[in-house]
């Protein structure tokens, strides 16, 4: 089969909301990678793995579409680019189907997060791994906000107390998954269709279960021992009011943009922060809800 490349040079603060916007066109995969001679070095065992990494300005999407939809693709992402305040460069190429599958090969590898839960995609897979085909699903727990909730969940599965988790924007399923492995009895809800149908598409491949819907967070009446949110700043503040009501035990807040992170702190002051994490740009933070035993 005969797919199309697109490589766009955007702007990395916009590099998000463009790939999922890009998903919305149709496109079956969407990679950020560097430009060409900007890659950050390669973290060396004598460095500082919590001293920020200085990310260049720029970033290059690539996404793929079947070669039958180029023209429209080429259209809708034209209209797109000219919607930007700045122009951006846009190339397409025309790749084959072995060259498109070795490229996501290059960029995702397996993560391990405990000894009970790796997640992997199936070239790399080993027995009882959560496995995520990165050209279905966006999200293998390569980005450091996606990888930061399964941290959380590794940890806090650990603790008897905690048998129920919810997974707000639950996107490709794979937090909800992660949680599932972990033995959780999980609910997970976006607003998006398609992510319903790829969470429930990803469960059946891993023979998990979770409750995967798109109700809405203000019609959930359930409190979660865990709750885990990877979404734009704006949205958990916009959010927070169901997302305090429905925690009762830990909290995990994920795709903040470093200089956004003050908005979610204070929309959450009221709970206590046990860790907040800078990788690059995006910005952790992991918190208790539950009330201090009285002395």
């Known amino acids: 089969m005969a797919w199309v490349e697109l490589q766009w040079d955007v702007p990395r603060e916009q590099s998000d909301v463009l790939s999922g916007q890009l998903f919305t066109l149709g496109a079956l995969g969407v990679q950020e990678d560097f430009r060409e001679g900007e890659e950050p070095p390669p ?10 990494v200085a990310l ?4 290059l999407l690539k996404a793929w579409w ?8 080429q259209n809708h992402v034209g209209q797109l680019a000219g919607s930007l305040a700045e122009d951006t460069s846009i190339v397409w190429e025309p790749v084959s189907q072995e ?15 405990s000894d009970a839960l790796a997640i992997s995609p199936p070239w790399e897979a080993e027995p009882g791994d959560v496995i995520i085909e990165p050209g279905i699903a966006f999200g293998t727990g390569e980005h450091p906000t996606t990888a930061s909730c399964l941290e959380a969940l590794a940890l806090w599965a650990e603790d008897s107390q905690n048998r129920t988790c919810l997974d707000l924007g639950c996107g490709s399923g794979i937090l909800a998954l992660g949680a599932a492995k972990l033995g959780l009895d999980v609910v997970g809800v976006d607003i998006e269709a398609p992510a319903i149908v790829s969470a429930n ?4 491949r891993n023979g998990l279960k979770a409750d995967f819907s798109q109700t809405d967070i203000a019609d959930i009446d359930e409190q979660f021992d865990i709750v885990v949110a990877n979404l734009f700043a704006e949205v958990l503040v916009a959010l927070s009011g169901h997302i305090l009501r429905v925690s009762k035990g830990q909290l995990a807040l994920a795709g903040i943009l470093a200089e956004k992170s003050y908005m979610v702190e204070a929309a959450f002051s009221s709970l206590e922060l046990i860790r907040k994490k800078q990788e690059g740009d995006w910005i952790s933070l992991w918190y208790t809800v539950k009330t201090p035993a009285a002395e």
């Not at 079947?66 to 693709?73: C, G, I, K, P, T």
């Not at 060259?99 to 997060?113: A, C, L």
């Open 201 to 204: 598409a990803n469960a059946e």
């Open 99 to 113: 060259d498109w599958e070795n490229s996501w090969k290059q960029h995702f590898s397996r993560r391990v997060f």
């Open 43 to 52: 973290l060396q065992p004598w460095d500082d793995p919590n001293t920020p």
């Open 56 to 59: 260049p300005e720029r970033m």
């Open 66 to 73: 079947e070669l039958a939809d180029f023209e429209n693709a």
